[in-house]
């Protein structure tokens, strides 16, 4: 069953008492001036797109799209064309310029996931054209229309090169979630007796292991949300030093081995965390012994 979509008309009449003269009159140049609606009718004509051979998948046209583009649709009289939007999306409100001489109406196929809205046009003469405008909970389309004698498109539909994308990237970060942070480690020679101290911002590390000839940093995964803090690496001078290393995942990868570092991130009330080799200690006492 099709029903009739909604479609609000209104007339706004603006009256202005008492204008300024510097806004009443304006220069005699200025209202012969076409280049204003030259300018949006190129804007327009550029911003359409047509029915394309390579876009026709049986009698569906697909426009792959893109925000504020203009998309045609041929129609006729006694022919209806369906406009498909994307399963799942939902409609808040279609626009049409004329409503008299063109029927706007709106359907449904499918359920839950694979539920899709279909929007139904059809003119009632030819040599007619309009534009539609629908809002749904994902974008906007906006449509070219003109109507022939004989020559109506039977559906159209879109791609998403922007959720595709979105989809890809997400897919590819998952997978680098997943992927080991380091090929090659042997596992016997890994070394956890790292101590993480200071403060406790959101980025504070969660532990720092070494395999003997490269130290890993593990952050939370709320990492990603924020920025990253610079790490620096206490020399045997207690000078702090930029220290050269790679983020892999939420992981630090640091190309060397270290007794102390400090994560530093802020301005005047700065975070410091400490990452300290637990035997680092140790080693400075038995080389401080007398001989």
């Known amino acids: 069953m099709i029903r009739p979509f909604p479609v609000p008309i209104g007339l706004l009449a603006l009256v202005v008492v008492g204008a300024a003269p510097a806004l009443a009159a304006t220069p005699r140049h200025a209202r012969q001036d076409p280049a204003p609606a030259a300018r949006v009718q190129s804007a327009n004509r550029a911003a359409l797109r047509e029915p394309s051979r390579a876009g026709y998948v049986n009698a569906v046209q697909i426009y792959p799209y893109s925000e504020g583009t203009l998309y045609r649709l041929y129609a006729a009289p006694e022919r209806v064309t369906d406009i498909a939007l994307q399963p799942g999306e939902a409609v808040t409100a279609v626009a049409a310029g004329d409503t008299l001489r063109w029927t706007v109406g709106d ?5 839950g996931a694979t539920r899709r809205t279909h929007i139904l046009v059809k003119p009632f003469s030819a040599g007619l054209t309009t534009n539609i405008v629908i809002t749904t909970d994902r974008r906007v389309y906006h449509l070219q229309l003109e109507s022939t004698r004989a020559t109506a498109m039977a559906a159209l539909s879109w791609t998403y090169p922007r959720d595709v994308l979105i989809a890809l990237q997400r897919s590819e970060a ?23 101290s200071g403060d406790d911002p959101p980025w504070r590390p969660l532990r720092a292991f070494d395999d003997g000839r490269q130290t890993f940093i593990e952050f939370p995964p709320t990492i990603a ?12 001078g207690g000078e702090a030093e930029l220290v050269n290393y790679r983020m892999s995942g939420r992981y630090y990868v640091v190309d060397r081995l270290f007794a102390r570092a400090e994560l530093r991130l802020g301005g005047d009330r700065q975070s410091v965390v400490r990452i300290s080799r637990d035997d680092a200690g140790r080693r400075a006492q038995r080389r401080r012994k007398p001989s």
């Open 174 to 196: 998952a997978a680098e979630a997943a992927a080991p942070v380091a090929t090659g480690l042997a596992v016997d020679n890994l070394r956890f007796g790292y101590s993480i």
């Open 225 to 236: 949300q924020g920025e990253a803090p610079p790490l620096f690496v206490t020399g045997e």
């Open 107 to 111: 359907t449904t196929s499918g359920s």
